[in-house]
Nanobody
C-alpha cells in the first residue's frame, strides 16, 4: 500500500500564493505518476497537474496552466503544488493522487490507485 499525506492548505485572499505538499510513503517503488486534483463544493473532482518520476515531466489542466507549478523532491518522496495568483474559482479541497506508469497523461480520477485525505484551500475575494 501507498500512503499520501497532503499539507499546506489554508485561507488566502485573491492574488495570494500557496504551496501544497504531498508526502508519499509505503510501497512507492511502483509509483511513477503523482498528481493533484481538486474538488470544489458540489462539483466533480478536477485534474490540476501531474508529474512523472520516470521522466520528470509535468502536465497541467487548462484552468491552472501558467499560475500553478508542480514539482518534486526525490529524496523526500514528495510532490509540491505552487499556486500563484489564486482566484476564488480555485477554492476547493485539493487531493494528491498516485499511480504506476502510463503512456498517456491520466487526467481522470478513476485512473489513480492511491489518494490522500485532501487539504482545503479557501480563496476570499
Amino acid at each position: 500500500q501507498v500512503q499520501l499525506v497532503e499539507s499546506g492548505g489554508g485561507l488566502v485572499q485573491a492574488g495570494d500564493s500557496l504551496r501544497l505538499s504531498c508526502a508519499a510513503s509505503g510501497r512507492t517503488f511502483n509509483i511513477d505518476i503523482m498528481a493533484w486534483f481538486r474538488q470544489p463544493p458540489g462539483k466533480e473532482r478536477e485534474f490540476v497537474a501531474a508529474f512523472t518520476w520516470s521522466g520528470f515531466n509535468t502536465y497541467y489542466g487548462d484552468s491552472v496552466e501558467g499560475r500553478f507549478t508542480i514539482s518534486a523532491d526525490n529524496a523526500k518522496n514528495a510532490v509540491y503544488l505552487q499556486m500563484n495568483n489564486l482566484k476564488p474559482g480555485d477554492m476547493a479541497v485539493y487531493y494528491c493522487a498516485a499511480r504506476s506508469y502510463s503512456s498517456t497523461w491520466p487526467t481522470q480520477p478513476q485512473l489513480y490507485d492511491y489518494w490522500g485525505q485532501g487539504t482545503q484551500v479557501t480563496v476570499s475575494s
